[in-house]
C-alpha cells in the first residue's frame, strides 16, 4: 500500500492519487500563484524558451519551407525535452520518499480550474458592478478578439465561449494526457499548447514556422475536446434550467461549424445546455471573422448567463475529477 511518507521497491502506488489530489487542491487554493511572484513558473520557462528560438529560427529573410522545417525542429527540441523533466520528476516520485511533493506541485501549477474561474468570474462582476465598459476591459484578458467591440451581450458571450474552450485545453487535456502517460503527458501536452499559443497563428509571421505546433495542438486535442463537450453535456443535468439532451444535441450537430477542429465541441455543447447562441460574426484587431451561430438559443447573452456558465462548468470539474478518482479506484482493485 503507498505511503506519502515512505516508499519502497514493493510500493504500489498509482500516480492518479496525485492527479486527484492535484484537481482537489487547484479548485481550492489556485495554481500556486503566490510562489510564482519569486519563481518562474513552468509556462512561463517554457514561453520564454520557445521565444528563443522564435528570434533565432523565424527570419522573414528565409523561404517559407525553411521556416516550417526549422518550426518543426524548434517543435521536436521542446516536446523532447518537457519529455524528459516529465520522466525525471516521475523517476522522483518513485524513488524517493518526498520526490511525490514536487510533482504534486507541478500538477497544481500546470491546471487551470480555479484560474479559469477567477478570470471568467473578474468579467461577471466587472459587467455587475461597473457596466460595459469594464467588462471590455475584464474580458480582453481572456480573449484575442477587439473589445472595443463589444457590447454587454458580446462581452458576456465571449467570457462563456472562453470558458468552455479553456475548459478543454486547460483542464480536461492535461489531466487526460496525464491520466494517460503520467506526469511526462501532461508537461509534453503543456509544452505543445503553449507552442500553438505563441506561435500557431495562421499569418504571415508564423504561418510556415508555426505549422508543426499548430497541427500537433489540434490532434493532442482531438479526443480531449470531445470528451469536454460530453462532460459539459452531463453537467446539464445538475445546473439548474440546464438541459443535457439540447447539449449534446446542439454539439453533434453544431461543432463542426467552429473554424477550429476541437473549440466548437465544449462551446457548442455550452450552448445548448445554457439555451444560448454562441460564436458568430466577431470582430478581431486585424481581421473579421463572419462565422456561424452555433445553438439555437438567444445570442443576447446577459451576465446572468455567464453565472450559469460559471455553475455548469464548477460541475463539469467535479465530474471530471470523480472520473479520474474513478479510473484510480478500478486501476487499484485490478492491480
Known sequence: MFSFGTLSS????????????????????????????????????????????DKKLNRETRTPRDRALRGAFTVI??????IAIGIGVQWL????????AVELFLIISLLAQRELYSAVRRVLMALKDNGVESGRTAVSQIVARDPAQLDEHGVSRAAIESLAENFSDGV?????????????????????????????YKNAKYSAFGFTAARLDDVLNLVPARLGGLIISIAALLTPKGNPARAFRTMWRDAGK????NAGWPEAAMAGALGLALAGPRKYPQHTVDAPWMGDGNPRAISNDIDRALYLYVVACLINALIVAVVAVFRFQIG
Open 172 to 200: 480536461v487535456a492535461p489531466v487526460f494526457w496525464y491520466v494517460l502517460f503520467g506526469f511526462p503527458g501532461l508537461l509534453a501536452y503543456k509544452a505543445v499548447n503553449t507552442l500553438d499559443s505563441m506561435i500557431g
Open 258 to 261: 467552429h473554424n477550429s477542429p
Open 10 to 53: 514493493d510500493t504500489v502506488f498509482d500516480p492518479l492519487i496525485l492527479l486527484v489530489l492535484g484537481l482537489v487542491l487547484d479548485a481550492a487554493v489556485g495554481g500556486m500563484g503566490f510562489v510564482y511572484k519569486i519563481l518562474p513558473h513552468p509556462v512561463v520557462i517554457i514561453g520564454n524558451v520557445i521565444g528563443w528560438f
Open 93 to 100: 516520485t518513485l524513488n524517493h520518499d518526498f520526490g511525490w
Open 77 to 82: 527540441l521542446i516536446l523532447g525535452g518537457a
